[in-house]
């Protein structure tokens, strides 16, 4: 399990503030899902994913800075959970008399929900985490799906509040901005989004709000690991600070840290928004060949940068002299017949006029017993760099017998870089685990 942290540096003490001024101056894998293959692999080292609490006033700019953080770890499986959707409906007789109703106090949330969803994600599980309609003050009949992830990051005025939810936390942020500001953010946000009158604003927040957070939200404080000033709406530093220590928690368990002949393509929305194309079962066959031949010149593109080069001087059209790379000589593919096959064109689109060879593994009883049906390979495979091509790596049978096929012509297992778009764990781990193919490297699309 993480251990609770205690401001940014590790193993510094438990509880201790940390305010950050805005003025403190070799395989590869498509990352859309190497985050399916991090949270199976390390069950052993870790118990769910990192957990992220935000506090802070109302409108304090906690949705902000846990969007800032979202667009930094872009590159992670993460979620966010608001406690707004974890208001209790309203009882008749409190529907009743509204207007005097305190949504300001800690009895206004289902902690017990809270916690219930918290630990479901914690397991892994997929959870419906309810919705709130603030106009009717009760909760909606539909709910939000929200999928297992390797970062949740959860925010909420009174989150701090609870025993139960601060013991599921991992780190601890407190958003601190002047009463001022966030009473004006207030009245411009319930006025837009949440159909209430100027006036009405004003008085459900002097007689409940503030009061409120002085009780129980503004002594919290001195629970939080992270305290973020954002009375100017940016603290760029302080964000920064903040996903670097999330990256250090989270790199403990990288699968390129267990294996390091694995290579993952770095991740970003196109990757991940191309991985959600083709693995939509309503997707059109033109738009899955498409999105999929997208990933695979990535890989592609990806695995060639893995490649020895050596350094050439190259003189440029205006006479000066520019300090470039020379290509790697020596390449040539070998697509694992049929699926492989898919990876030839964008092979051919990288390196012109580079040899392609073929094998096809027949697979009997399954997965289970792998058989040589037919090779085709350049002759003089032995002294070249091959690129393994098969785009979905499942149980690596067949791909460990294609690996055999070219040591057998004399290939070293140094000299092979296996291609894929989609890798299983017990194919990462059939093809990177040193007692099995000790120096082939990987390089996937997604694990």
């Known amino acids: 399990m993480y251990e609770q942290t205690g401001g940014?540096?590790?193993?510094?003490?438990?509880?201790?503030?940390?305010?950050?001024?805005?003025d403190t101056n070799i395989a590869s894998t498509a990352a859309g899902s190497l985050a399916e293959v991090a949270a199976q692999a390390a069950v052993t080292t870790r118990c769910g994913p990192f957990i992220i609490g935000v506090a802070g006033g109302t409108a304090s700019g906690k949705t902000t800075v846990c969007e800032r953080i979202m667009e930094r770890l872009h590159d992670q499986r993460l979620v966010m959970i608001s406690m707004d959707s974890f208001y209790r409906g309203l009882t008749e007789d409190e529907m009743k008399n509204v207007k005097s109703y305190n949504f300001d106090h800690p009895n206004a949330f289902d902690s017990e929900e809270i916690v219930k969803v918290l630990l479901a994600l914690k397991r892994g599980e997929t959870v419906e985490v309810p919705e709130y309609d603030f106009c009717t003050h009760q909760r909606s009949s539909e709910t939000k799906q929200v999928n297992p992830a390797d970062v949740v990051i959860i925010e909420g005025i009174l989150l701090f509040q609870f025993d139960e939810i601060l013991s599921l936390l991992n780190m601890k942020i407190f958003v601190d901005t002047d009463d001022d500001v966030r009473l004006a953010r207030r009245i411009q946000r319930d006025t837009v989004s949440r159909g209430r009158d100027v006036q009405g604003v004003i008085d459900q927040y002097t007689r409940f709000v503030k009061p409120m957070f002085e009780n129980f939200c503004l002594p919290t404080k001195r629970v939080a690991d992270v305290i973020i000033p954002?009375?100017?709406?940016?603290?760029?530093?302080?964000?920064?600070?903040?996903?670097?220590?999330?990256?250090?928690?989270?790199?403990?368990?990288?699968?390129?840290?267990?294996?390091?002949?694995?290579?993952?393509?770095?991740?970003?929305?196109?990757?991940?928004?191309?991985?959600?194309?083709?693995?939509?079962?309503?997707?059109?066959?033109?738009?899955?060949?498409?999105?999929?031949?997208?990933?695979?010149?990535?890989?592609?593109e990806h695995g060639l940068g893995n490649l020895p080069f050596k350094e050439k001087i190259v003189k440029t059209p205006s006479g000066g002299k520019y300090v470039g790379l020379d290509f790697c000589s020596g390449i040539c593919g070998v697509s694992i017949i049929r699926s492989g096959e898919a990876m030839e064109n964008a092979l051919r689109a990288c390196c012109k006029g580079v040899k392609i060879g073929k094998i096809l593994i027949h697979r009997e009883n399954g997965d289970e017993a792998v058989?040589?049906?037919?090779?085709?390979?350049?002759?003089?495979?032995?002294?070249?760099?091959?690129?393994?091509?098969?785009?979905?790596?499942?149980?690596?049978?067949?791909?460990?017998?294609?690996?055999?096929?070219?040591?057998?012509?004399?290939?070293?297992?140094?000299?092979?870089?296996?291609?894929?778009?989609?890798?299983?764990?017990?194919?990462?781990?059939?093809?990177?685990?040193?007692?099995?193919?000790?120096?082939?490297?990987?390089?996937?699309?997604?694990?």
Not at 230 to 238: F, I, L, S, Y
Not at 266 to 288: A, C, E, L, W
Request: proline share 6%; with cysteine.
């Open 8 to 22: 940014l540096a590790v193993g510094s003490p438990p509880r201790m503030n940390k305010s950050i001024s805005a």
């Open 230 to 300: 954002w009375a100017r709406g940016d603290n760029t530093v302080a964000i920064d600070l903040i996903v670097q220590h999330i990256r250090t928690k989270l790199g403990r368990n990288d699968l390129t840290r267990i294996y390091s002949n694995l290579d993952v393509l770095p991740g970003n929305y196109q990757t991940r928004g191309m991985h959600t194309i083709i693995r939509d079962v309503t997707v059109g066959k033109s738009d899955f060949a498409f999105y999929s031949d997208r990933l695979i010149r990535l890989v592609v």
């Open 371 to 447: 058989k040589l049906i037919y090779e085709k390979l350049p002759k003089d495979i032995a002294n070249r760099k091959v690129l393994l091509m098969d785009p979905i790596l499942a149980t690596g049978n067949s791909a460990i017998q294609a690996i055999k096929v070219l040591r057998s012509k004399g290939v070293p297992e140094a000299n092979i870089l296996f291609l894929t778009i989609i890798a299983s764990p017990p194919g990462i781990d059939a093809l990177c685990s040193v007692r099995k193919v000790p120096r082939c490297s990987l390089q996937s699309s997604v694990t």
